[in-house]
Antibody, heavy 114, light 107 residues
Framework: QVQLKESGPGLVQPSRTLSLTCTVS????????VSWVRQPPGKGLEWIAA???????DYNSALKSRLSISRDTSKSQVLLKMNSLQTEDTAMYFC????????WGQGVMVTVSS | DIQMTQSPSVLSASVGDRVTLNCKASQNINKYLNWYQQKLGEAPKLLIY???NLQTGIPSRFSGSGSGTDYTLTISSLQPEDVATYFCFQHNSWPFTFGSGTKLEIK
């Protein structure tokens, strides 16, 4: 069945770079895109970035200068990098299958703190 | 960016009530509107896609409608397990955007 699972460091220091991995199963990254979405504690959802089945990418314009999304199709993984982290980047980070946006991972909590 | 405005922000209703949640886009989104249910500590769950299509496995008491800029999620008979926050989401134009959510409570 379709599954997505996020992994990452949990705690990151301010100004450092965050690296997150979404490992998928049950579908191919060359047939479906994957997006990243984040949710600060107690707040709403924010779309961050997407990588589509053909390999093209899209980014949230407010975060674009700090983001990089890529994939490794041999490992069924999508990678998200975000640099210059601030406390405001503390959030639960989800990956979701796109363009249908139907399946989501359980999320990984990232805390930015010294 | 397209702004998505949900109303009300909090809705309290009784079991068995028919409830309506609203979502308004700042411009036409051509029915590319999904509804998600999120329970505390869980990932969002897709209920309705592209305005009025019920996702597989979702109870038929959930339905969606709308066009242009105005969209609605209806629960025909509220159940205790429907307590959650509901988000609308437009995927017509990048960057895709979410509404701020409606928190649904039981009276």
């Amino acid at each position: 069945q379709v599954q997505l699972k996020e992994s990452g460091p949990g705690l990151v220091q301010p100004s450092r770079t965050l690296s997150l991995t979404c490992t998928v199963s049950g579908f191919s990254l060359t047939s479906y895109g994957v997006s990243w979405v984040r949710q600060p504690p107690g707040k709403g959802l924010e779309w961050i970035a997407a990588i589509w089945s053909g390999g093209s990418t899209d980014y949230n314009s407010a975060l674009k200068s700090r983001l990089s999304i890529s994939r490794d199709t041999s490992k069924s993984q999508v990678l998200l990098k975000m640099n210059s982290l601030q406390t405001e980047d503390t959030a639960m980070y989800f990956c979701a299958r796109s363009t249908s946006f139907d399946y989501w991972g359980q999320g990984v909590m990232v805390t930015v703190s010294s | 960016d397209i702004q998505m405005t949900q109303s009300p922000s909090v809705l309290s209703a009784s079991v068995g009530d028919r409830v309506t949640l609203n979502c308004k886009a700042s411009q036409n989104i051509n029915k590319y509107l999904n509804w998600y249910q999120q329970k505390l500590g869980e990932a969002p769950k897709l209920l309705i896609y592209n305005t009025n299509n019920l996702q597989t496995g979702i109870p038929s008491r959930f339905s969606g409608s709308g066009s242009g800029t105005d969209y609605t999620l209806t629960i025909s008979s509220l159940q205790p397990e429907d307590v959650a926050t509901y988000f609308c989401f437009q995927h017509n134009s990048w960057p895709f955007t979410f509404g701020s959510g409606t928190k649904l409570e039981i009276k």
